[in-house]
């Protein structure tokens, strides 16, 4: 039974080690090396009208600069987790919302100089927890290829 445990822990061991192997290889193949970018926030009107998603664009490296960026798809998640919240005619409408502070956050990134390439960059906002009366600091993680923006909800106040 004390040897099972133990292969198991090595199982597990091995397996996380594998799997961080895996992911610095795919980062250094796919992802050169930042430089220089300003935290991303989340944008205000999917925050307000509580509504988060996924921005995926495909960015080309050229001598350490963003040279084109492309968006390969966008979708809209309402907070409630309400997929048919809205209609393709909303989301179209909301879309530009999250999709335009993705690309100019992009716009200011700089990577090693001699880099290029090409690779595809995730945004993910979402709203988590509480909702609280006034705008919380968003927590952002930063794992190229992968940028988490995650906020608390707040109830607007209305002029």
Same mark, same amino acid.
């Given at each position: 039974?004390?040897?099972?445990?133990?292969?198991?822990?090595?199982? *597990?061991? *091995?397996?996380?080690?594998?799997?961080?192997?895996?992911?610095?290889?795919?980062?250094?193949?796919?992802?050169?090396?930042?430089?220089?970018?300003?935290?991303?926030?989340?944008?205000?009107?999917?925050?307000?009208?509580?509504?988060?998603?996924?921005?995926?664009?495909?960015?080309?490296?050229?001598?350490?600069?963003?040279?084109?960026?492309? *968006?390969?798809?966008?979708?809209?998640?309402?907070?409630?987790?309400?997929?048919?919240?809205?209609?393709?005619?909303?989301?179209?409408?909301?879309?530009?919302?999250?999709?335009?502070?993705?690309?100019?956050?992009?716009?200011i990134w700089r990577f090693?100089?001699?880099?290029?390439?090409?690779?595809?960059?995730?945004?993910?906002?979402?709203?988590?927890?509480?909702? /609280?009366?006034?705008?919380?600091?968003?927590?952002?993680?930063?794992e190229l290829p992968i940028?988490?923006? /995650?906020?608390?909800?707040?109830?607007?106040?209305?002029?």
């Amino acid at each position: 039974m004390a040897s099972d445990s133990i292969r198991f822990i090595l199982f *597990l061991l *091995l397996g996380t080690f594998c799997f961080s192997q895996n992911i610095e290889a795919y980062a250094q193949i796919h992802c050169p090396r930042l430089t220089y970018a300003e935290v991303p926030f989340y944008p205000p009107v999917p925050w307000g009208m509580h509504f988060g998603g996924v921005v995926e664009i495909q960015i080309k490296i050229e001598n350490g600069t963003i040279r084109d960026a492309q *968006l390969k798809r966008a979708t809209i998640e309402p907070q409630d987790g309400d997929k048919d919240k809205y209609t393709k005619a909303a989301e179209d409408k909301l879309l530009p919302y999250l999709t335009t502070p993705s690309l100019n956050n992009l716009k200011i990134w700089r990577f090693v100089p001699e880099q290029q390439g090409k690779f595809v960059v995730t945004f993910i906002y979402r709203l988590e927890g509480e909702e /609280t009366l006034e705008p919380e600091t968003p927590k952002v993680e930063l794992e190229l290829p992968i940028i988490r923006v /995650t906020a608390r909800p707040f109830k607007p106040t209305r002029s």
